[in-house]
């Protein structure tokens, strides 16, 4: 079936990170992405191999510096900005302005946090810097795939959501929208791998400072709070703050979330678990286990799936959500892709079909 669809030429800013990584290992199995252009303005005129070894041997461009003229000159139809935060906005006004491979616009899949909190007042507070495109922010689509399928398709600026918010929504969005939960008390408890730390060098991040033990991080002040609170607030209907703490485990990657709720409406955890299964039936990369499963990051590690539990809590009224996902797949560059297809009108697995890694 991908011989008869259109091709689509990609261009990926920072690919000398995990998500770069990420992005050109599951691209270059797409069968209907063409990558054209690689920027790393650290490893510029190196090949991928030099880069991530493991990706030696495929026939890609060299690194290159992130430029105008680079992206002006690769005819680009999709653009995936794998870049620090604070930068796709600096160039995002340019590329929307560009003609794409085929004259249109190019479309923009941002992985930094540049395009995801539709107020730019709540962005500054977050980042501590001015909002460079409000313009743009009005138009950009945030891009939760399995809730938000509909904006995605034919969108120009998608702003790919952020890990710990992937792995939290997808289980609470639908609760909260069905009124299942008490959205006032909502506690998320993540672990996440120091993969999505990202790859610059970092004293905090060396093996001596993270293996053999667990820490939190980000307390009450993590840049992901605001996103996760946006997207409850939408699905509420009214202001929602959710009591959202990050810690980091000593392994490459992967997330698990444990998240305790209040029940409401009557609802229990069987309740939640069925209104979730009936949510995702069907879905090829979100699913429900069944009943006293308990999912773990080994269950998707390397793939796109989020997997999502349901307990009920010993305490009367409450119950207990668990989900995980791969931080750099699902959670970064499996769900930019998702967003990609979509957006170029092609099959929305294409390139995803890989089945998680086990040990």
């Known amino acids: 079936m991908s011989d008869t669809l259109h091709r689509v030429r990609v261009g990926i800013l920072g690919a000398s990170g995990y998500a770069g990584a990420e992005l050109i290992r599951l691209l270059a199995r797409h069968p209907n992405a063409d990558i054209a252009l690689l920027t790393g303005n650290r490893r510029v005129g190196e090949s991928?191999?030099?880069?991530?070894?493991?990706?030696?041997?495929?026939?890609?461009?060299?690194?290159?510096?992130?430029?105008?003229?680079?992206?002006?000159?690769?005819?680009?139809?999709?653009?995936?900005?794998?870049?620090?935060?604070?930068?796709?906005?600096?160039v995002a006004v340019e590329m929307m302005a560009a003609p794409g491979g085929d004259g249109g616009a190019v479309k923009i899949i941002d992985l930094s946090p540049d395009f995801r909190l539709a107020d730019v007042d709540a962005y500054a507070s977050a980042y501590g810097r001015a909002h460079?495109?409000?313009?743009?922010?009005?138009?950009?689509?945030?891009?939760?795939?399995?809730?938000?399928?509909d904006e995605i398709r034919g969108a120009r600026l998608i702003a790919n959501p952020g890990c710990y918010p992937t792995v939290a929504l997808l289980p609470l969005v639908p609760l909260v929208a069905a009124g299942q939960i008490d959205s006032k008390d909502i506690i998320i408890d993540a672990k996440s791998?120091?993969?999505?730390?990202?790859?610059?060098?970092?004293?905090?991040?060396?093996?001596?400072?993270?293996?053999?033990?667990?820490?939190?991080?980000?307390?009450?002040?993590?840049?992901?709070?605001?996103?996760?609170?946006q997207a409850l607030s939408i699905a509420a209907g009214v202001s929602v703050?959710?009591?959202?703490?990050?810690?980091?485990?000593?392994?490459?990657?992967?997330?698990?979330a444990t998240i305790y709720v209040r029940l409401a409406g009557g609802a229990a955890a069987d309740d939640l678990r069925a209104s979730l299964s009936q949510r995702y039936e069907g879905e090829a990369f979100v699913g429900v286990v069944a009943e006293g499963v308990s999912p773990a990051t080994r269950h998707v590690r390397g793939s796109n799936r989020c997997l999502i539990g349901v307990f009920a809590d010993r305490v009367k009224g409450r119950a207990i959500i668990l989900a995980v996902l791969d931080n750099l797949v699902k959670g970064a560059s499996g769900q930019a892709i998702q967003n990609m297809n979509l957006a170029c009108q092609l099959p929305e697995g294409l390139g995803l079909d890989q089945i998680a890694l086990f040990p």
């Open 241 to 256: 703050t959710a009591n959202f703490t990050p810690h980091l485990i000593p392994m490459n990657r992967g997330i698990l």
């Open 193 to 229: 791998g120091v993969s999505g730390a990202g790859r610059a060098l970092k004293e905090r991040m060396l093996f001596a400072e993270v293996g053999e033990g667990i820490n939190a991080y980000g307390i009450a002040s993590h840049r992901h709070s605001p996103e996760i609170d």
């Open 132 to 149: 460079g495109a409000p313009d743009l922010q009005r138009e950009a689509v945030y891009g939760l795939t399995e809730l938000a399928r």
């Open 48 to 90: 991928i191999g030099d880069v991530f070894p493991h990706l030696a041997g495929l026939d890609l461009p060299r690194l290159s510096a992130l430029s105008a003229d680079a992206l002006a000159g690769a005819g680009l139809d999709v653009v995936f900005c794998a870049l620090p935060h604070g930068v796709t906005q600096d």
